[in-house]
């Protein structure tokens, strides 16, 4: 849900180890069976792979796998050691479609899989599997992500597991003292939120460090360029608590490695902020209010100054260029630049800090679940104010161009 770059402060997924589609048709193949049956021994096929994970058996896991995919086996090999490393509770496939011509079938594959302990909800990725038929058996030739669908960690590299006091860390290709680090971080951010937001949410984050931007970018199934500069991302579903899988907490460990104690601990509780309200948080929701409240959330207590906190915006303001209107949408987007982000980002900010400051703390979070109450973005906002501020978008929109100038003039 949310991106965030740090400027004197901080938004959602191609297969590893080359799991190339190596499909080999065997000069002994069983005759071909009717489209239902092979999807049936199909699924057999992944079942067995399915347990194997689950029984940490590195031979039931290979069993499926192409005898003769010598290369195959050793990057599968390399995967199941690296998958080992993560705490699973779950972990099933499910074809969902499947074209077969002869020895020869590709299945669309839904991949769901829980972490023990956060995912309270399976998380489900689409995957292309291929496989090809010896002696009447099918076996595991290929395993790539869907079209847009996300990478995963564990096919990256060796996993490295912490478990904090509140968190699980995940990290693969970085020093295990930043892992530390970053489990301590995220073990503040944790009661921090709670301290803040009195809505009922898990209380514990899964992060994940990979390697490098690209890396992140292949979890994110994105574009690096989408994610250079922008410290970590939260991703997660929208639903109640008890529904969903747990957020994922992603750093981007180039941006995340620059910023100083307090930016850190700035971004984590930004991001945990949002995992917290995940469930309060709908598309009614202006992200103004998203990002404002998680930056308010992780500036609070900090005794950051608006001037601190808000510089681009503060040089706008000097220039004479108080803004109208209260960010927009698009003013969160990445192709305006990174000043018109940072001015939105600072903008929402100060629009929550307003509404803290004038209807207290209580006040601010109440208004948010209003407005993630609404089924609708349209007449959302209107409908908080009015419930619970007193106010309306007019009124508070002329009320917070005062604040910015007050505060940053």
């Known amino acids: 849900m ?25 000069a002994c193949s069983a005759p071909a069976a009717a489209p239902d049956a092979t999807a ?47 705490p699973l509770s779950a972990w099933a496939y499910r074809v969902t479609g499947l074209s077969h011509d002869g020895a020869r079938a590709s299945a669309q594959v839904e991949l769901s899989y829980r972490i023990d302990g956060y995912d309270s909800a399976p998380v489900v990725s689409d995957r292309v599997v291929e496989l090809g038929e010896r002696a009447g058996r099918w076996y595991v030739t290929g395993d790539r992500p869907a079209d847009g ?30 892992l530390q680090e970053i489990a301590r971080t995220e073990d503040r951010a944790v009661p921090a939120v709670s301290s803040a937001w009195p809505g009922t949410w898990a209380g514990k984050v899964v992060v994940l460090v990979p390697a490098s931007l690209d890396s992140m970018a292949a979890l994110l199934g994105a574009p690096p360029a989408s994610y250079r ?16 899988p747990a957020d994922r907490v992603i750093v981007n460990p180039e941006a995340y490695g620059v910023l100083g104690d307090l930016g850190k601990r700035v971004v984590l509780t930004h991001e945990t902020t949002h995992v917290a309200t995940r469930a309060r948080t709908s598309p009614a929701t202006p992200m103004w209010l998203s990002e404002g ?3 308010w959330v992780g500036y609070r207590g900090t005794g950051r100054t608006a001037a601190q906190a808000a510089p681009e915006l503060q040089q706008a303001v000097r220039r004479g260029e108080l803004p109208d209107e209260l960010p927009s ?20 900010w100060l629009a929550c800090s307003l509404i803290a400051q004038r209807w207290g703390e209580a006040g601010l979070a109440a208004f948010y679940a209003k407005v993630g109450e609404q089924k609708h973005r349209a007449g959302a906002v209107e409908k908080a104010m009015n419930d619970e501020l007193g106010t309306t978008p007019r009124e508070f929109t002329t009320l917070w161009r005062s604040y910015v100038r007050d505060r940053l003039a």
């Open 2 to 26: 949310a991106d965030r770059r740090f400027t004197g402060g901080w938004r959602r997924r191609t297969a590893g180890y080359g799991l190339a589609a190596l499909l080999l048709a065997s």
């Open 293 to 295: 409240y998680a930056d």
């Open 229 to 244: 500069g922008i410290a970590a991302v939260t991703t997660g579903e929208a639903g109640a608590a008890g529904t969903t």
């Open 149 to 178: 669908a996300a990478q995963p960690l564990w096919q990256q590299g060796p996993v490295t597991v912490l478990r904090g006091t509140h968190s699980l860390v995940l990290g693969v290709g970085q020093d295990r003292t930043l």
């Open 40 to 86: 049936r021994q199909v699924q057999r096929t992944l079942d067995s792979r399915a347990a194997a994970v689950l029984h940490h058996d590195e031979g039931g896991y290979l069993d499926a796998v192409d005898p003769a995919a010598g290369t195959l086996r050793d990057a599968q090999r390399a995967e199941f050691v690296n998958l080992r490393q993560v």
């Open 329 to 348: 949408d698009a003013d969160f987007g990445f192709e305006g630049g990174a000043d018109r982000l940072a001015r939105a980002y600072e903008g929402g």
